[in-house]
């Protein structure tokens, strides 16, 4: 039973405009939401998270929204660039209810970037 | 280092064989995940030390995996008896706190069994 869901396994966009991954949960006790991004051949790497007391935190070209009576995350980059081309997971935790409890991911969005 | 190593980068096996991974953290991160990734899906958590206790191994599949991280640092991750199905990407974590809210991935070891 997937708790985290990205239903669209690829997205492509065109240089310049907006990307919008989205991402549902099942496990009302997820309070922590993460976004990783991923290359071939490396890890995933950190990119912005939010936590259940807020419904939106930007970093630059990066926003993610959170639905919590939808149960749903988004997550927003404008302008896409060439560079954004790559895998995207979507984490959550039941972090401030719990501690210490591992992130739970969900399969991906490939992400292509079209100049 | 700068970041998590972990070792081999590319690791082929024969079926029935054992095998050891080594993950590297980042200096004074106390919190230490393994995640292994099939392919076509999301990491999958297998084991967290916070130090070098297990604090959570619900996620090893079998008996067959075993993690160990004797001084709180290095950590390995064993699979005795290895099976076509254990193909796949596993990944190292670390992180400061006790919790991967945050956590910073190495490249992974991906491991072919034949």
Redesign the interface.
């Known amino acids: 039973d997937q708790q ?1 869901k ?1 239903n669209s ?1 690829s997205l492509s966009v065109q240089e310049g405009r907006i990307s919008i991954l989205n991402c549902d949960y099942t496990n009302s006790m997820f309070d ?1 939401f ?1 976004w ?1 991004k991923k290359y071939p ?6 990119l912005i ?1 939010i936590s259940s007391i807020k419904d939106k935190n930007e970093d630059g070209r990066f926003t993610v929204f959170l639905n919590k009576s939808a149960k749903h995350l988004s997550l927003h980059i404008v302008p896409s660039q060439p560079g954004d081309s790559a895998v995207y ?1 979507c ?1 959550a ?1 039941d ?1 401030y209810n719990s ?10 969005t490939r992400l292509s970037v079209i100049a | 280092g700068a970041g998590v190593s972990q070792t081999p980068s590319n690791k082929v096996t024969e079926k029935g064989k054992y095998v050891e991974l080594r993950c590297d953290p980042i200096s004074g991160h106390t919190a230490l995940y393994w995640y292994r990734q099939s392919l076509g899906q999301g990491p999958e958590f297998l084991i967290y030390f916070q130090g070098t206790g297990a604090a959570d191994d619900s996620g090893l599949p079998n008996d067959r995996f075993f993690a160990v991280r004797p001084e709180g640092s290095v950590s390995t991750l064993k699979i005795q008896r290895t099976e076509r199905g254990d193909s796949a990407v596993y990944l190292c974590a670390s992180s400061k706190t006790g919790a991967d809210t945050e956590a910073f991935f190495g490249q992974g070891t991906r491991l072919t069994v034949v």
């Open positions: 985290v990205q396994p922590y993460l990783y051949a490396e890890g995933p790497t950190f998270s997971f984490a935790s972090h501690g210490n409890t591992p992130l739970v991911f969900g399969k991906g």
